[in-house]
Antibody
Framework: EVQLLESGGGLVQPGGSLRLSCAAS????????MSWVRQAPGKGLEWVSA????????YYADSVKGRFTISRDNSKNTLYLQMNSLRAEDTAVYYC????????????????????WGQGTMVTVSS | SYVLTQPPSVSVAPGQTARITCGGN??????VHWYQQKPGQAPVLVVY???DRPSGIPERFSGSNSGNTATLTISRVEAGDEADYYC??????????FGGGTKLTVL
């Protein structure tokens, strides 16, 4: 069964740091781009960051650029999101999501849908 | 930046057809994906690449995309279809973009 399982959420003070993890199973992890998508309480979905299958290409929303870092360890089938300089507006449920399109050795199908989502992990930034 | 516009809410009686729109500049040139999210749950992909359905999604869910509007159509609506629905595209300038979401209420 294809599955994504996030962990690492919690309560952190403004200016603090947190690292989220997303453990993948049931598919060839290194062959697919992955993303983080967040949802603030009572709000809609917001894409946060994406990474290619190899990890060589990364992308960030303007709202987190310079503060968040996406990475992956294909030997451990795990995706990460390092979040620094956290702000109250970063409070949200963070989902990891698998891209439906396959990554070749040189590029990914970036326009592909997110076909598998984790259950989400809550991050609360508050003093 | 690329913007996707959805109506905040749509209401429909059971057994009727619900249509949820997603507006964007020349969205017909992009691949549009639709997600269903029920309270307290993660989003689920219901339509991808404008009109394709993942395995396990009922044929009642269909999509179309042309000009400046993409549409998710849910035929023979059931109480279990009540949820928030989001459209999403990838744009070379704006990266991954979601619409604001539409709350579908089954009367």
């Amino acid at each position: 069964e294809v599955q994504l399982l996030e962990s690492g959420g919690g309560l952190v003070q403004p200016g603090g740091s947190l690292r989220l993890s997303c453990a993948a199973s049931g598919f060839t992890f290194s062959s697919y781009a992955m993303s983080w998508v967040r949802q603030a309480p009572g709000k809609g979905l917001e894409w946060v960051s994406a990474i290619s299958g190899s990890g060589g290409s990364t992308y960030y929303a303007d709202s987190v650029k310079g503060r968040f870092t996406i990475s992956r360890d294909n030997s451990k089938n795990t995706l990460y999101l390092q979040m620094n300089s956290l702000r109250a507006e970063d409070t949200a449920v963070y989902y990891c999501a698998k891209a439906r399109g396959y990554c070749s050795s040189t590029s990914c199908h970036w326009a592909a849908a997110f076909d598998i989502w984790g259950q989400g992990t809550m991050v609360t930034v508050s003093s | 930046s690329y913007v996707l516009t959805q109506p905040p809410s749509v209401s429909v009686a059971p057994g009727q057809t619900a249509r949820i729109t997603c507006g964007g500049n020349n969205i017909g040139s992009k691949s549009v994906h639709w997600y269903q999210q029920k309270p307290g749950q993660a989003p689920v992909l219901v339509v991808y690449d404008d009109s394709d359905r993942p395995s396990g999604i009922p044929e009642r869910f269909s999509g179309s995309n042309s000009g400046n509007t993409a549409t998710l159509t849910i035929s023979r609506v059931e109480a279990g279809d009540e949820a928030d629905y989001y459209c999403q595209v990838w744009d070379s300038s704006s990266d991954w973009v979601f619409g604001g979401g539409t709350k579908l209420t089954v009367l």
